[in-house]
């Protein structure tokens, strides 16, 4: 036995090798060892794993052709069975656990890359929506401010005027980028807007309204009906005057929005449960 590993002693090393880099594989798979998990990382331990595979199975190859030659006796009738025996279970049985060893690591490293994937992928989704809203509900509190504060300036020049209201306001519209432009009174009743006649008017929530009754900074309405951004804003030189403005969002980034929030909470939901079990 001694002579057979001592004969074998180079097999045997590449063996050990490539079992060892096998299990740092896989290790590095699951975060667990000393090399940093990445995507680089990954690449060139697979590819070592590939190139020790490859040469430990060209020199089991190449050590069985050689240890049949040797053996078979002077006249070619027989081999010695017991050498070519204990050298054939000796190179089968690590070429099949590698084996195995390998199918469990490449299925494990899988599914550790598409959940990652999935994970990035959902959140991204998610947060590109949600900031987009986040985006257009801070724009329009500073478009309130600017519309404001030119509504303020020009209160002689539009002296109640219907005509010059209406012509003043869609100019704001238009330069500010946003949907509706609305003056109204303190109970909520439209004086002045940018609407058509046929367009109906949705009234901002009473809570908001109350919240700048005393209060000349804007206010940003974020319990709007769906799929609009909304802000209100007392007007300094008019008496219970008050601006309110509206931005319609994306409906379909509404729609990515509530859809990406639902697909985090059951993908969560179910990477839970699996480790559970």
Known sequence: MYEFIKKNIYLIILFIITLSIGFLTFLTFIDKGFIELSD???QILLLLNLVLLIALFIFIFVE??????????KDGLKSNKKYITYFG?????????ISIFSLFLFSFALEKYFDKKVTTVVNNSYELARNYVEEIRNKIQSDI????FDTNKSKKFLNDNQNEYKRFLNTQKLIRDVDEVHIIDINKKLLFSTLNDDQPYVPPVDRALNLVLDDDRPLKI???????SAAIMRLQNFEDRFLYVVKYLDKD????????????????TVEEKKHWY
């Open 253 to 268: 980034i509404s729609r990515y929005l509530t859809e990406s929030e639902e697909a985090i909470n059951f993908y969560y």
């Open 40 to 42: 680089q990382n990954l």
């Open 145 to 148: 401010v600017l519309i404001a």
């Open 64 to 73: 069985i052709k050689s240890a049949i030659k040797n053996d078979i006796d």
């Open 89 to 97: 279970l000796f190179t089968l049985i690590p070429s099949v656990l």
């Open 222 to 228: 974020i319990n709007a009906p769906e799929n609009i």
